[in-house]
């Protein structure tokens, strides 16, 4: 296992290496300020959303619990894995089969969302069984991964990515939002495409794939946000065309809209203006403490 003192311990095979500012410069402040909407990074030309596998249980697969173990719940991270015998069903199918649009709602600022949870082309618990999918058990569904891409979405995407790079080391960085301390925000690691997965398998823990990785050629980079249920892929237009074109990965030439104006700013709730109280009051209890201690200081 890759192993620090101040950072997690890695899965086998890979390797933290040095501060993240230098080794992400390539990809231009643009794109590291806004991946979502900023310009696409330096010589790439296209790119495209790889949407996460969502799966349903036949009704010749036998009832199994959904397991309790956290680090196989369906959700947040890389550990929700849909059980032997599921199957597969696309966004692209689930919209229709609910005559629901292949787009997100309107967030407060008046902007489309990107594909996450608020998506009506998820396959929902409530709608997995014959009024969506007549060989599809009720209560039995697996959404996609949220804020990492899963087993199966790496299991399609890899090879792709692989056909369209010369080099097989990886260099990466995990979100900030889900590193426990700063220093692995700023900080990349390395490791092998050709193991990625299995070494993430191995591990037995709640793994997240890195929220930004690449290839040491520099030929295409993958984003994934800590609360999306889709990835963006940047590179050549040869690899989003081979990636459109690959059978079990479900992309998305998604680009975010305008679907009404801002709305207005919310007045805070009753429990906001009672948080914003007892932060004001402790603020002027440690500023009275602190001028004490000053006083203090000065007659001694």
């Excluded at 009506?120 to 959404?143: F, K, M, Y």
């Excluded at 990835?231 to 305008?258: N, Y």
Aim: charged residues 25%.
């Amino acid at each position: 296992m890759g192993e620090s003192e101040d950072l997690r311990e890695l899965p086998e095979g890979w390797a933290w290496e040095g501060l993240a500012g230098r080794e992400l410069a390539w990809l231009g402040d643009g794109f590291l300020g806004d991946p979502l909407d900023g310009p696409l990074p330096d010589g790439f030309t296209n790119s495209t959303w790889v949407l996460h596998a969502q799966f349903f249980r036949p009704t010749d697969v036998p009832t199994e619990p959904k397991p309790d173990d956290p680090d196989s719940m369906p959700g947040f991270g890389f550990g929700a894995h849909a059980p032997d015998g599921w199957q597969r069903i696309t966004w692209a199918e689930t919209a229709s089969l609910k005559a629901v649009a292949l787009r997100g709602p309107a967030s407060d600022d008046g902007l489309e969302i990107p594909p996450c949870f608020r998506w009506e082309a998820l396959l929902n618990d409530r709608d997995a069984g014959h009024d969506i999918h007549p060989g599809a058990q009720r209560d039995t569904s697996v959404w996609p991964t949220e804020g990492s891409l899963g087993k199966a979405d790496l299991e399609a995407l890899v090879p792709v990515l692989a056909a369209h790079t010369g080099s097989n080391r990886m260099r990466g960085r995990f979100s900030p939002i889900t590193s426990s301390l700063d220093e692995e925000a700023m900080s990349t690691f390395t490791f092998d495409l050709s193991t990625m997965l299995s070494s993430m398998l191995a591990t037995g823990r709640q793994e997240f794939s890195p929220e930004l990785w690449w290839p040491e050629d520099r030929a295409w980079v993958v984003w994934t946000d800590y609360d999306l249920m889709g990835t963006r892929v940047f590179g050549s237009k040869e690899l989003i065309d081979a990636l459109r074109a690959a059978a079990d990965v479900e992309t998305l030439d998604w680009h975010r809209v305008r679907l009404r104006p801002p709305s207005p700013p919310r007045p805070p709730s009753p429990l906001q203006l009672r948080i914003q109280e007892l932060k004001a009051r402790q603020e002027a209890a440690q500023a009275e403490a602190n001028e004490a201690r000053e006083d203090d200081d000065e007659q001694s």
